[in-house]
């Protein structure tokens, strides 16, 4: 169990890198971080490594240090060494066996590459590098920051597969702003801005509080400029472009704006229902932080 509780981290001389965050994350769970630049996910990071301490507030983890696999910003690695180096002197670190660390190297096709020093690889080969250097043990916590950066997409679906598969039973917490591919690994998230919390929970949590219920309609007629505006104004339509509009199935029923439409004198040729993602969220709390900060 890891819990924060009104955890604050201020450094000498700046402003407030976190303010009271109070939060929890069981045994196995994986937690997803999510924040743009500046808004305190790697000192979260840091501080459940033991790399830094709260400047208030209470921190509880019940995992040694010893059992925790680190995966910093700037990746950790060293860069006048190979990658098998690397990798055998974390295993060594993590007590890891040969037969894990070969598992890695083939999970993650590293052969073409293994015998390079970490400054002859590009940016993605050496996230890959990083990545493995941090789970080659059998850690219980692992700390993952920006996991997907700089990656092309096989390489992140890969590491995206390997979190979910191989990491399923170690409690995880990881960084990322490619929202894409945390969005079917994380049991929770924390949206963070400037320091300050702005959600934690579940997944379908955030979707039923902040998510919208939208339909796509398909349409054949012709609206005038006047009557797209009284729609949008009055109505709740949102047209994209000539023949497609937008409606919120929160507000009405889908049988209601279609009625609406075919008093235009339109037919329907086609509707398709979704819900709003995590990406769209994840905006609009930071679209609504920075309205409130105005």
């Not at 696999?69 to 974390?90: C, F, K, Q």
Request: a neutral charge; hydrophobic letters at 40%; aromatic letters at 10%.
């Amino acid at each position: 169990m890891i819990y924060f509780q009104n955890v604050s981290k201020i450094y000498p001389g700046s402003n407030s890198a976190i303010t009271n965050l109070c939060f929890d994350i069981s045994d196995g769970e994986t937690l997803g971080i999510i924040g743009p630049i500046g808004a305190g996910k790697t000192t979260l990071l840091r501080m459940l490594a033991g790399l830094i301490k709260p400047t208030d507030g209470n921190l509880h983890s019940d995992i040694n240090k010893k059992s925790i696999g680190y995966m910093p910003a700037t990746e950790g690695l060293i860069h006048n060494l190979s990658v098998l180096d690397n990798l055998r002197i974390w295993a060594s670190a993590y007590n890891a066996s040969e037969d894990g660390m070969n598992e890695l190297i083939e999970f993650f096709r590293m052969s073409s590459f293994i015998n390079k020093k970490i400054f002859q690889l590009s940016s993605g080969l050496r996230i890959i590098t990083a990545f493995a250097c941090a789970v080659i043990g059998n850690s219980k916590l692992i700390l993952l920051d920006e996991p997907f950066v700089h990656l092309d997409v096989e390489s992140a679906l890969n590491v995206e597969k390997y979190i979910k598969c191989k990491l399923k039973n170690r409690t995880v917490l990881l960084s990322s702003h490619n929202l894409e591919y945390i969005e079917g690994i994380c049991d929770k998230y924390i949206i963070l801005d400037h320091g300050i919390q702005k959600y934690f929970g579940t997944a379908d949590q955030l979707k039923k509080e902040y998510s919208s219920k939208l339909a796509k309609i398909k349409y054949n007629g012709i609206l005038s400029r006047k009557d797209k505006k009284y729609l949008e104004d009055n109505l709740g339509f949102n047209f994209i472009d000539n023949g497609i509009v937008y409606v919120d199935l929160n507000i009405k029923e889908l049988s209601s704006y279609i009625e609406i439409l075919r008093k235009y004198n339109l037919s329907i040729e086609g509707i398709n229902e979704q819900c709003t993602g995590l990406q769209e969220i994840y905006l609009k709390i930071l679209e609504k932080t920075s309205n409130s900060i105005k």
